[in-house]
């Protein structure tokens, strides 16, 4: 099936340090998605890509669609505490058998030293 | 706003028990899917659908079985536990094209 490829796979970090992770696929992406899952906890959405070289921003989070179509990164600026978990990139297929289906990449892991 | 609200949180099967994981969303979604997550493995598609009446196969989905009778459900069936399928399991769901909502996961043990 479709792979994708994300890293880091983990990240220590100092509070108030700027993070940035990306993913990369062999196959083009209509759709970008980086979650955040908190320990026992669901993933969350924080930022949603729809467009080639789109760039989003959420708060201290800005996420970029690559214009290939086959990449995406996601940085956090000034990190805090708070920030620590596990963080998924997902593309959403752009057609074919597999129209609609969602990859999600293997994790970032995240840990902010106060 | 419900969301998508997966029950049980929790359960302990022993080997050969069956057992369904429920899984409702309340936001008129046609997309619904589940995942099961391992440690390192990412999240990992067992089986999802497109809409009422229409289910398909993921990347993993020996020993599970899905039916799709309501837009809201998506219930997840173990026929007959087995140890390997000790794991935390997700429901999503999403409108086409849009990013998934989860729930807060089932956290199963088959012993």
């Known amino acids: 099936g479709q792979q994708l490829n994300q890293s880091p796979q983990s990240m220590f970090i100092q509070e108030g340090e700027d993070v940035s992770m990306n993913c990369t696929s062999s196959s083009i992406f209509n759709t970008w998605l980086w979650y955040k899952q908190d320990p026992g906890e669901g993933p969350v959405l924080l930022i949603a890509l729809y467009k080639a070289g789109e760039l989003t921003s959420n708060g201290r989070l800005t996420a970029q669609f690559g214009i290939t179509r086959k990449d995406s990164f996601l940085n956090i600026s000034a990190s805090i505490p708070s920030d620590v978990g596990i963080y998924f990139c997902a593309g959403l297929e752009a057609g074919g058998t597999s129209y609609g289906k969602l990859t999600f990449g293997q994790g970032t892991i995240l840990t902010v030293h106060p | 706003n419900a969301g998508v609200t997966q029950t049980p949180k929790f359960q302990v099967l022993k080997t050969g028990q069956s057992m369904t994981l429920q899984c409702a969303q309340d936001?008129?979604?046609?997309?619904m899917s589940w995942y099961r997550q391992d440690p390192g493995m990412g999240l990992r598609l067992i089986h999802y659908?497109?809409?009422?009446?229409?289910?398909d196969q993921g990347e993993v989905p020996n020993g599970y079985n899905v039916s799709r009778s309501t837009t809201e459900d998506f219930p997840l069936r173990l026929l007959s536990a087995a140890p390997s399928q000790t794991s935390v399991y997700f429901c999503a769901s999403r409108a086409l094209s849009r990013g998934a909502f989860f729930g807060q996961g089932t956290r199963l043990t088959v012993v």
């Open positions: 659908s497109v809409g009422a009446g229409i289910t």
């Open positions: 936001m008129n979604h046609e997309y």
